[in-house]
C-alpha cells in the first residue's frame, strides 16, 4: 500500500471552491494562478487536429447575460422537486445494495454537486456523515491514478462508489469502467466501477434516480454553479508524477456563485418528496437496471444520418448539448419537442450563438448537440467527453 504521507493533500473550501470545507474534499492540484484558458474556436480548432488534447487547456467560462440567469433561476425552481426526486432514489438505491459504509467520489466537476446532494440526502434521512471527494477523469487517459491511491491508502477501495451527473452516450461510464479494470490488472486495488447518476438516458449504468433525459439545473452553467471550479486539467507540463490532475478556482467570479443556492434549492425540498422516494424504491430495486446501451446506438446513427466523422462530435441528452453551446463550436441542434421546457435555456443560447435547432420527433433524446468540424490538417479527432 502506498505510504499515506507521500501522496498529496486534498484541497478544500473556502480556500479551494466555494462549497463549504465538510461538504467534499477535491482531490486535485490547484492550478488557479495558470493561465489556461483559450478561444473557444482556436481550442476547438487544436482538439481537432490531434495537436491538443481537451484536458490540456480550458475553455473561457462562459458569462451569462441577465436573461439567461434568470431563466436559471425559473428553471431551477421548476425542476427542484424533480431533481431532489432523483437525488432521494439515487441515494437510497444505492445505501440498499451497497450499505451505509460507503465513501462517495464524485467526478469532478459534473458530479460533485449530485456527490453533495446525496450526501445530504444520507444526513437528512438518516444521520450519515458520508466521506466525499471529488476527483479527475479524462477521456482517453483515464482516472487520476495518483487519486485512485490517496482512496486506497485512507478507505477500503470496495466501499468506493463513483458519482457523476448524468450519461450521454456512456463514454464516461466505459472509461471509468476500463481505467479501473487497467489498474486492477496492474496489480492494483480493485475499485467498484458500477457509476451511480442522477439521469440515465442513454441506458449505461443500473445506478440510477430516473432515465428520463430531463434538465439538471447544474448543467445550464459552468463553474458558478459547481464551486467556482473548473473543468479538470491534465497537462503534462504543469501536473508530475505523485501529483493529483489540476483544476482552477475562479474566486472572481464569486458574485455571480450559484453553486450553494442550487444545493440549498434541491435540498429544501427533501422533506416534501420523500414519501415519493419511498413508495417508488421498491419498484426500482426491482426492476430490470441492466444497461442495453441504446443510447450509443442511437448516437451512431445519428452520425450516419448526418455524415458526421467521429461519434464524439455527437453530444445527445440535456446536459451535453448545454456543453456544447457553452465550451464547444456548435453546428446545430437537434430537438424532439419544439418548445419543450426542458430545452428553453438551450434555444436561447442557440439564438445567442447563431446555431440552427431542427425538430426531430422521433429523436431518442429530449436534445442532441453536434459539433461543426473544422478545417485541419490531420484526422486525428480528440473530442471532448
Not at 473556502?14 to 477535491?26: H, K
Not at 431532489?84 to 459504509?101: H, W
Not at 426500482?284 to 444520418?305: Q, Y
Request: with cysteine; proline share 5%; glycine share 8%.
Amino acid at each position: 500500500m502506498t505510504d499515506k504521507t507521500l501522496l498529496p493533500a486534498p484541497l478544500f473550501g473556502p480556500e479551494f471552491g466555494s462549497y463549504a470545507p465538510d461538504e467534499v474534499a477535491w482531490l486535485l492540484k490547484d492550478l488557479s494562478a495558470v493561465d489556461l484558458e483559450a478561444d473557444i474556436a482556436e481550442r476547438e480548432q487544436q482538439i481537432q487536429s490531434g495537436r491538443a488534447h481537451y484536458a490540456e487547456s480550458l475553455p473561457i467560462e462562459y458569462q451569462p447575460d441577465q436573461q439567461y440567469q434568470e431563466l436559471f433561476e425559473s428553471v431551477l425552481a421548476q425542476s427542484a422537486p424533480r431533481l431532489a426526486t432523483a437525488v432521494g432514489l439515487i441515494t437510497e438505491l444505492v445505501l440498499a445494495e451497497r450499505g451505509s459504509d460507503i465513501v462517495l467520489v464524485s467526478l469532478a466537476r459534473a458530479g460533485t454537486p449530485v456527490g453533495i446532494l446525496m450526501k445530504r440526502w444520507a444526513a437528512h434521512t438518516y444521520g450519515l456523515n458520508l466521506p466525499h471527494y471529488a476527483v479527475s477523469i479524462v477521456r482517453g487517459r483515464g482516472i487520476d491514478r495518483v487519486a485512485l491511491e490517496y482512496l486506497a491508502a485512507h478507505h477500503d477501495p470496495a466501499s468506493i462508489v463513483f458519482v457523476d451527473g448524468w450519461t450521454g452516450k456512456g463514454a464516461i461510464a466505459r472509461e471509468l469502467a476500463e481505467a479501473l479494470d487497467a489498474v486492477a490488472r496492474q496489480g492494483g486495488p480493485r475499485f467498484n466501477a458500477r457509476l451511480a447518476v442522477l439521469a440515465d438516458p442513454g441506458s449505461c449504468v443500473t445506478d440510477y434516480g430516473t432515465r428520463d433525459d430531463f434538465l439538471i439545473a447544474s448543467a445550464c452553467l459552468n463553474s458558478t454553479v459547481s464551486g467556482l471550479i473548473s473543468r479538470t486539467v491534465l497537462n503534462n507540463a504543469l501536473i508530475g508524477p505523485g501529483e493529483f490532475h489540476g483544476a482552477k478556482f475562479y474566486s472572481e467570479l464569486a458574485a455571480s456563485d450559484r453553486s450553494v443556492a442550487f444545493l440549498d434549492a434541491v435540498g429544501a425540498e427533501f422533506g416534501s418528496v420523500s414519501t415519493d422516494v419511498v413508495s417508488a424504491l421498491p419498484g426500482l430495486l426491482a426492476s430490470d437496471r441492466t444497461p442495453t446501451w441504446a443510447g450509443w446506438a442511437a448516437v451512431d446513427k445519428i452520425r450516419a444520418d448526418y455524415g458526421i466523422e467521429s461519434v464524439n462530435f455527437v453530444k445527445p441528452g440535456v446536459g451535453e448539448t448545454t456543453r456544447v453551446l457553452l465550451r464547444r463550436v456548435p453546428w446545430r441542434i437537434l430537438v424532439r419537442v419544439a418548445k419543450a421546457l426542458d430545452h428553453e435555456h438551450i434555444r436561447l443560447l442557440a439564438a445567442a450563438r447563431g446555431v440552427p435547432v431542427e425538430v426531430i420527433p422521433d429523436l431518442p433524446y429530449a436534445c442532441v448537440g453536434l459539433i461543426r468540424t473544422l478545417p485541419t490538417d490531420t484526422a486525428a479527432e480528440r473530442g471532448e467527453a
